[in-house]
């Protein structure tokens, strides 16, 4: 038992300082039609991409400016509109599965090269998370 106290508390140490936290951002908080902007890497598992065949997607690396700047600019583009665009992946989830959308800022653009980002019209009200992507490099 000691043993297992030891580990996890050698974790809880370790862990934090090795991952770095996203700014949580909220453009519109109160709406249920969200855009979740996904910057710190994701596995994708979903037969709409690259042919089924599963792939990782790299975090962004992006410091915390560069990620704010980004939230600014998008977040002006939807400000018309009833949208909440966000990092919080607490918020995306609480939305509908009918209204929203994780794009994922990632430099993983092997499997589509040529184009600067990606995603399927209509997507956002799917009700079944496939995921856009906007390349980074």
């Not at 991409?49 to 998008?74: H, K, R, S, Y």
Request: net charge negative; charged share 15%; glycine share 6%.
């Amino acid at each position: 038992m000691k043993f297992l106290f030891a580990f996890m508390t050698v974790l809880g140490i370790i862990v934090p300082t090795m991952t770095s936290a996203i700014p949580t951002l909220n453009s519109h908080p109160s709406s249920t039609a969200t855009i979740l902007l996904d910057f710190d890497g994701q596995d994708i598992n979903n037969s709409m991409w690259n042919f089924g065949t599963p792939f990782n997607c790299l975090p962004a690396g992006l410091n915390d400016d560069q990620i704010t700047e980004i939230f600014n600019g998008v977040s002006e583009d939807f400000r018309p509109f009833e949208v909440n665009v966000t990092t919080d992946l607490a918020k995306f989830f609480a939305a509908p599965l009918t209204n929203r959308i994780r794009v994922i800022i990632t430099p993983t653009s092997d499997w589509s090269p040529y184009v600067s980002g990606i995603a399927y019209v209509g997507s956002f009200t799917w009700g079944d998370d496939t995921p856009c992507f906007v390349f980074s490099d």
